[in-house]
């Protein structure tokens, strides 16, 4: 199994299960800690960097001298994106976006994307750039937008939220089984049956066994294309 997205301060509660988690990042600080957590558990984690829409106070003059220094040990960049869901600057937002975008692509990374109320808006500014490659994280653009995300290119992260989302299953049924990834969103978003309770990687197994009850397979079955699935975006 592989978590495509935590953010962890330290590595706890893996199970043997656990293939590789993908460590998100929310600002430069996240950004210099998931390297240095690289740095110890390299075979077991795959490092992002990047500044979350709501930290878009952060310098994305810091961030992009860390992948400069570092781009050989980093597997993505994110989470980045657009979050409209509050009173916050989204001109701010925007350009620190395009910056992130410009050193996925500079840098062949693939991009993890937070989309809050923002999926067509972060559509279409992906629209004006080429060869680009990600993931919408914890997707809630429903079923009407999935058409949009599939031309281009990118694959659709499912949460914890599926668990007890009746509408979110739904959705699952019409995404591309080779376009969805997994993922918990460590310390949030913790899937039936610890709900309420902090989130860990090692709760995705329940992730997956929500999806193969969706697409009637065994869990075997939908853990092998799953994983393929994260394999194939983050290139490992």
């Given amino acids: 199994m592989i978590d495509t997205h935590a953010h962890l301060e330290r590595l706890c509660d893996i199970d043997k299960g656990i293939d590789k988690i993908i460590l998100a990042a929310s600002d430069v600080t996240d950004s210099k800690n998931n390297l240095l957590l690289g740095e110890i558990y390299p075979d077991k984690l795959l490092v992002s960097v990047g500044i979350h829409p709501m930290e878009s106070q952060d310098s994305p003059a810091k961030l992009e001298k860390i992948v400069e220094e570092n781009y050989q040990k980093i597997g993505a960049i994110g989470e980045c994106g657009l979050d409209f869901s509050g009173e916050f600057d989204k001109e701010k937002q925007i350009i620190v976006f395009k910056k992130q975008i410009e050193l996925a692509q500079k840098y062949k990374l693939p991009l993890i994307i937070h989309a809050r109320k923002a999926v067509d808006e972060v559509v279409e500014i992906l629209k004006e750039y080429k ?28 949460d914890g939220n599926l668990t007890y989302e009746a509408g979110l299953e739904e959705v699952v049924k019409n995404i591309p089984k080779d376009r969805l990834v997994l993922e918990t969103d ?4 913790t899937p039936v049956p610890f709900r309420g309770e902090i989130n860990s990687p090692k709760n995705v197994e329940y992730i997956y066994k929500k999806v193969a009850e969706i697409w009637d397979l065994s869990f075997e079955e939908t ?9 194939r975006l983050f290139g490992f």
């Fill in 186 to 189: 460590s310390p949030y978003l």
């Fill in 131 to 158: 060869d680009l490659s990600g993931v919408f994280h914890c997707y809630a653009g429903g079923n009407k937008r999935i058409k949009k995300i599939l031309d281009l290119g990118f694959y659709f992260g499912i």
């Fill in 223 to 231: 853990e092998k294309i799953v994983d393929g699935n994260a394999k």
